[in-house]
């Protein structure tokens, strides 16, 4: 068994910033890519930010140059760190994780979710 635990969501008011933490614990063996998603009210989930294992990081253009991903692979942690917020970045923040597990299969794997609002 795997658990993704978002923590980090919150209000905050248009221009400040929020970091986004998600650990991953149980089962696992390695963990490739991990992600983070959002869900705006009456949108489909969107990738905001990638990572691999390697550090290579891939972001969506909405987010590009006000986000940073980064992750700690003994930790088995990945964080969003997010700046001049918008309110346009209101959702649910959805850690994501592809991992190697004790079942020795690569599994997909999703956090509980994290609101963030941003007010104008």
């Known amino acids: 068994q795997v658990q993704l635990v978002e923590s980090g969501g919150g209000l905050v008011q248009a221009g400040g910033s929020l970091r986004l933490s998600c650990a991953a614990s149980g089962s696992i063996i390695t963990i490739n890519t991990m992600g983070w998603y959002r869900q705006a009210p009456g949108k489909q989930r969107e990738l905001v930010a990638g990572i691999t294992s390697g550090g290579t990081t891939t972001y969506a253009d909405s987010v590009e140059g006000r986000f940073t991903i980064s992750r700690d692979n003994a930790k088995k942690r990945v964080e969003l760190q997010m700046n001049s917020l918008k309110p346009e970045d209101t959702a649910v923040y959805y850690c994501?994780?592809?991992?190697?597990?004790?079942?020795?299969?690569?599994?997909?794997?999703w956090g509980q979710g994290t609101q963030v609002t941003v007010s104008s």
């Open positions: 994501n994780a592809d991992i190697l597990t004790k079942r020795l299969r690569v599994e997909n794997y």
